[in-house]
């Protein structure tokens, strides 16, 4: 398992080039799926700024490595609010469903296998992956 | 578990669905006016410069009542306005300001706020927070309601019993009106730990579980403001 903050603002190198592209900004999660499905990129030198999960070349500890930098690209249409800045899970504040507020996103922790969100990390509290119900624009809101 | 909570606090608290997006906020409490049950909420829009909604959240459609935030399930929750006319009253109409009066013709004060009994099902309006006529009273006090009341216009007549369960608080409170209404259905709790002792007593479950239409979670009431509870996975 891997936290984001440990790759948090780590460059994002192109293979073919040995070129930094850009730097990861922020993790984007699917709740339906709860899993990572990419992230989002600063100063990129692609078309875009989100690399999708599927378009990475490799996970490492000092870098994400791409094969191109046209796998920074706008992301698919479905996708385009979930990676926007307003549904940014860090940071956002996390409701169970009956209404109690836990508190802030801290981390999120995941696997570098197959991006599967393992835990929330909040400011004196895990939230297990699988207890996410929906991520919006108010707040994240788990089972429990 | 129960938990009691003033309706006014409810006002103002974002109503978010079960994706984290925040759909409105609580305008105003609506009652059934035959039963004095919760019937749902008006709604104000978020945000600074938006006015009512037009829509309306029945109860019976909210997933989540917690100190944060009205959960519901996704927009198509909401009702519109029609659903929630008629036959209820407002908080702001029939129920608050009026007085409350004993069958006997004691006057007990003015009603300033109403008491939820809040469970992971069902809620009741459970008693009246009033201003005490009585002027060496405390400045708030909690009479218990019975079961169903019929909330007219501007006085409310209470059984006499209603002032042996006067409460100064909360905490307390919810035994307080469990008694209460046992006492009204002329269960046999007239034993003498029914007064002054405001906890529930040990002694008192078997009578309680006699009672077969209380529902069962108020026999767990806990005699705390929701806001009091921790916060972190206590809802397994």
Same mark, same amino acid.
Not at chain 1, 73 to 94: F, H, M, N, S, Y
Not at chain 2, 17 to 46: H, M, P
Not at chain 2, 88 to 116: C, F, N, Y
């Given at each position: 398992?891997?936290?984001?903050?440990? %790759?948090?603002?780590?460059? #994002?190198?192109?293979?073919?080039?040995?070129?930094?592209?850009?730097?990861?900004?922020?993790?984007?999660?699917?709740?339906?799926?709860?899993?990572?499905?990419?992230?989002?990129?600063?100063?990129?030198?692609?078309?875009?700024?989100?690399?999708?999960?599927?378009?990475?070349?490799?996970?490492?500890?000092?870098?994400?490595?791409?094969?191109?930098?046209?796998?920074?690209?706008?992301?698919?249409?479905?996708?385009?609010?979930?990676?926007?800045?307003?549904?940014?899970?860090?940071?956002? #504040?996390?409701?169970?469903?009956?209404?109690?507020?836990? /508190?802030?996103?801290?981390?999120?922790?995941?696997?570098?296998?197959?991006?599967?969100?393992?835990?929330?990390?909040?400011?004196?509290?895990?939230?297990?992956?699988?207890?996410?119900?929906?991520?919006?624009?108010?707040?994240?809101?788990?089972?429990? | 578990?129960? #938990?009691?909570?003033?309706?006014?606090?409810?006002?103002?608290?974002?109503?978010?669905?079960?994706?984290?997006?925040?759909?409105?906020?609580?305008?105003?409490?609506?009652?059934?006016?035959?039963?004095?049950?919760?019937?749902?909420?008006?709604?104000?829009?978020?945000?600074?410069?938006? /006015?009512?909604?037009?829509?309306?959240?029945?109860?019976?459609?909210?997933? /989540?009542?917690?100190?944060?935030?009205?959960? %519901?399930?996704?927009?198509?929750?909401?009702?519109?306005?029609?659903?929630?006319?008629? #036959?209820?009253?407002?908080?702001?109409?029939?129920?608050?300001?009026?007085?409350? %009066?004993?069958?006997?013709?004691?006057?007990?004060?003015?009603?300033?706020?109403? %008491?939820?009994?809040?469970?992971?099902?069902?809620?009741?309006?459970?008693?009246?927070?009033?201003?005490?006529?009585?002027?060496?009273?405390?400045?708030?006090?909690?009479?218990?309601?019975?079961?169903?009341?019929?909330?007219?216009?501007?006085?409310?007549?209470?059984?006499?019993?209603?002032?042996?369960?006067?409460?100064?608080?909360?905490?307390?409170?919810?035994?307080?009106?469990?008694?209460?209404?046992?006492?009204?259905?002329?269960?046999?709790?007239?034993?003498?730990?029914?007064?002054?002792?405001?906890?529930?007593?040990?002694?008192?479950?078997?009578?309680?579980?006699?009672?077969?239409?209380?529902?069962?979670?108020?026999?767990?009431?806990?005699?705390?403001?929701?806001?009091?509870?921790?916060?972190?996975?206590?809802?397994?």
């Amino acid at each position: 398992m891997i936290r984001f903050s440990d %790759i948090s603002g780590n460059p #994002v190198m192109d293979t073919s080039t040995a070129t930094a592209v850009g730097k990861v900004q922020a993790p984007i999660v699917d709740p339906v799926t709860q899993r990572l499905i990419g992230f989002r990129v600063k100063k990129s030198k692609g078309p875009g700024d989100v690399v999708l999960w599927t378009g990475l070349a490799g996970l490492g500890p000092d870098a994400l490595t791409v094969d191109s930098a046209e796998r920074l690209a706008d992301p698919p249409a479905e996708w385009k609010r979930r990676a926007g800045t307003k549904l940014d899970l860090i940071g956002r #504040v996390v409701l169970t469903e009956h209404g109690h507020l836990l /508190g802030k996103v801290r981390d999120v922790e995941f696997d570098p296998a197959d991006g599967r969100v393992t835990s929330l990390l909040l400011k004196d509290a895990f939230v297990d992956g699988e207890r996410l119900l929906g991520i919006g624009s108010y707040a994240v809101v788990v089972t429990g | 578990m129960t #938990v009691l909570l003033k309706a006014a606090d409810l006002v103002k608290r974002p109503v978010v669905t079960l994706a984290g997006e925040d759909v409105g906020q609580i305008k105003d409490v609506v009652y059934s006016s035959q039963s004095g049950e919760l019937a749902g909420f008006t709604l104000n829009g978020r945000g600074l410069f938006s /006015g009512p909604l037009r829509k309306t959240l029945p109860w019976e459609n909210v997933h /989540g009542l917690g100190p944060a935030a009205v959960m %519901i399930r996704d927009e198509s929750s909401l009702a519109d306005r029609k659903a929630l006319s008629g #036959v209820t009253e407002g908080a702001g109409g029939a129920v608050l300001g009026s007085t409350v %009066i004993t069958q006997s013709g004691r006057r007990l004060g003015v009603v300033t706020d109403v %008491i939820l009994a809040v469970g992971e099902t069902m809620t009741d309006a459970v008693g009246y927070e009033i201003d005490p006529a009585d002027a060496s009273a405390p400045r708030r006090q909690f009479v218990p309601l019975p079961d169903t009341l019929a909330v007219s216009g501007e006085a409310l007549m209470l059984p006499d019993a209603a002032t042996e369960f006067i409460r100064d608080d909360l905490a307390g409170f919810g035994a307080a009106v469990e008694e209460f209404r046992n006492r009204l259905r002329g269960q046999a709790v007239a034993k003498a730990e029914a007064k002054g002792d405001a906890r529930p007593h040990p002694a008192d479950q078997p009578t309680a579980a006699a009672a077969s239409s209380e529902p069962p979670e108020k026999r767990s009431t806990t005699q705390e403001l929701p806001v009091d509870e921790p916060t972190a996975g206590d809802q397994k």
